[in-house]
């Protein structure tokens, strides 16, 4: 699979460029395969995109009887209101079709109604139509991007970045109006042979950089956009802006810094050559398999993380340890490995399920007799072991909220002693670290820790940058001052 990144000098150019790319890759491949399957895309770049396909000459070297419109996601909305992506998409390009498209060729996602009333209703009759109709491999995604770097409508830490096995789900409380929504999910897009995705504009900079940087795409969903045989990046050069690199135009990827899948992939390869070193046993392998199969995110530290930080708590020689996010119980597992006979593990998690997926896992494990997990938020939780003259911990994972940092590091004064060391994860996030106006409020809470550490009187405090099988980000060593 190969990815390029096409500079444009403006938005205008931009969709031009896209329709005419658009078009003659349609002809193309009609000239070899028919149906040519293409899902659109709203925002305003792609339905610019359309408006420019329909005035394009070109349109007519297209045969549309063979040609099938689909769409990367939908407002859910009654039908014909003039903020669905249909409507808008209809306007721009396929009323101007006429009957040269037809009817039956155009699969729209459901419009709210009273016979689909809710977007769980629509997408799954989305998915009834793409089985129907054979589960198409699309030949094109075309997929606007926003400021916070989601597509589709798949945003920063939403659930719906992880639900796999189906080819849409509906999506509720997104944070670009309106709430509710209807997305392809990741399966569906990586099974297109292409995906496209257009950004224009200095407010998509940042998110065009983590993208191609390789964000996790928990932070940036974007660069988790990929095709089966080519992932195209058209933006503008104000979109570059944050690159670091003097975007020529029609630059290429060799331009850019590593591709994503290039670059994850030689992460990946490189965790697995070394993952000699962190053989995982029967315990951790289920711990990790019951998380994952308990339907909890897929955000645990990687083995060698784990290892690093088993390590870590033996070397500070840690009998007391403190981990602030539970999740599954994995990097729960390492840390109470790395305890000394009679050591203690006290583990926080605000959501009850994660808590008893986590609490089976280490039992079965053998460690619950000397591991404490406490439900409830965490900083709730912390307050009352300052409150109950707590022990100092030794050791302290953070892996919960980030936007809660600043909070948790001035409530573990009260919690450690001089010495004591901090390890706070997913710190980086693929370089969107560096927004000081990313809307990720999980960003804002980490460039809020560097702020509070800085020239910090008690704490003294590096941060390491990582890459590996869990992409590019990385972690801050703290340790409590003498
Ligand atoms: O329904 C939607 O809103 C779109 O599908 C969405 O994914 C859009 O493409 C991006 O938010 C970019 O929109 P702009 O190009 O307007 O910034």
């Known amino acids: 699979m190969t990815r390029d990144v096409v500079v444009h000098p403006d938005a205008r150019v931009l969709a031009a460029a896209a329709a005419a790319r658009l078009l003659t890759h349609l002809v193309d491949v009609q000239s070899h395969r028919s149906p040519v399957h293409v899902a659109l895309t709203g925002g305003t770049v792609g339905i610019a995109t359309l408006a420019a396909v329909a005035a394009s000459p070109v349109r007519d070297a297209v045969d549309w009887s063979g040609v099938h419109l689909w769409w990367g996601d939908e407002r859910f909305l009654p039908d014909g209101d003039p903020d669905r992506n249909e409507t808008q998409a209809r306007a721009a390009l396929i009323d101007a079709l006429g009957d040269a498209l037809p009817a039956q060729n155009v699969h729209a996602m459901a419009a709210r109604s009273e016979e689909v009333p809710t977007p769980e209703v629509a997408a799954e009759a989305y998915a009834t139509t793409l089985a129907e109709q054979g589960s198409p491999a699309f030949d094109v995604v075309l997929l606007g991007m926003g400021p916070d770097g989601h597509v589709a409508s798949l945003f920063p830490g939403h659930e719906a970045l992880t639900v796999t096995g189906r080819p849409t789900v509906a999506v509720h409380d997104s944070p670009k109006p309106p709430p509710e929504r209807v997305s392809l999910t990741y399966d569906a897009i990586r099974g297109a042979r292409e995906v496209w995705v257009v950004a224009a504009g200095t407010e998509k900079a940042q998110a065009v950089a983590s993208a191609l940087r390789g964000a996790p795409v928990d932070t940036t969903p974007a660069a988790g956009a990929l095709g089966t045989e080519r992932t195209l990046w058209l933006v503008d050069v104000a979109a570059t802006q944050a690159l670091g690199t003097p975007a020529a135009l029609s630059t290429t990827a060799a331009a850019f810094p590593a591709p994503v899948q290039e670059?994850?992939?030689?992460?990946?390869?490189?965790?697995?050559?070394?993952?000699?070193?962190?053989?995982?046993?029967?315990?951790?392998?289920?711990?990790?398999?019951?998380?994952?199969?308990g339907g909890l995110p897929d955000i645990a530290v990687a083995p060698n993380q784990g290892k690093l930080l088993h390590l870590l708590a033996q070397a500070v020689g840690a009998r007391r340890i403190l981990e602030i996010g539970t999740l599954g119980g994995y990097s729960t597992l390492w840390l109470a490995r790395a305890l000394p006979s009679g050591g203690t593990l006290t583990t926080l998690e605000i959501d009850p399920e994660h808590a008893r997926v986590a609490v089976d896992s280490l039992t079965q494990a053998g460690v619950d007799d000397h591991v404490d997990v406490l439900v409830g938020p965490a900083a709730d939780t912390l307050d009352r072991l300052?409150?109950?003259?707590?022990?100092?911990?030794?050791?302290v994972f953070v892996d919960a909220d980030k936007q809660s940092i600043p909070r948790y590091l001035e409530q573990l004064l009260e919690l450690t002693r001089p010495g004591s060391v901090v390890v706070v994860d997913n710190v980086v996030r693929g370089g969107a670290v560096l927004d000081a106006d990313h809307p990720d409020e999980r960003v804002q809470g980490v460039r809020a820790m560097v702020d509070l550490l800085t020239d910090h009187p008690r704490y003294d405090a590096t941060v390491l940058q990582t890459v590996g099988a869990k992409g590019y980000d990385g972690l801050a060593l703290l340790r409590v001052r003498d």
């Not at 992460?267 to 998380?291: I, K, M, N």
């Open 386 to 395: 300052v409150s109950d003259g707590t022990e100092p911990f030794d050791l």
């Open 263 to 293: 670059a994850a992939g030689l992460w990946q390869r490189v965790d697995e050559y070394f993952s000699a070193l962190v053989p995982e046993d029967l315990a951790l392998v289920e711990t990790r398999h019951a998380a994952a199969t």
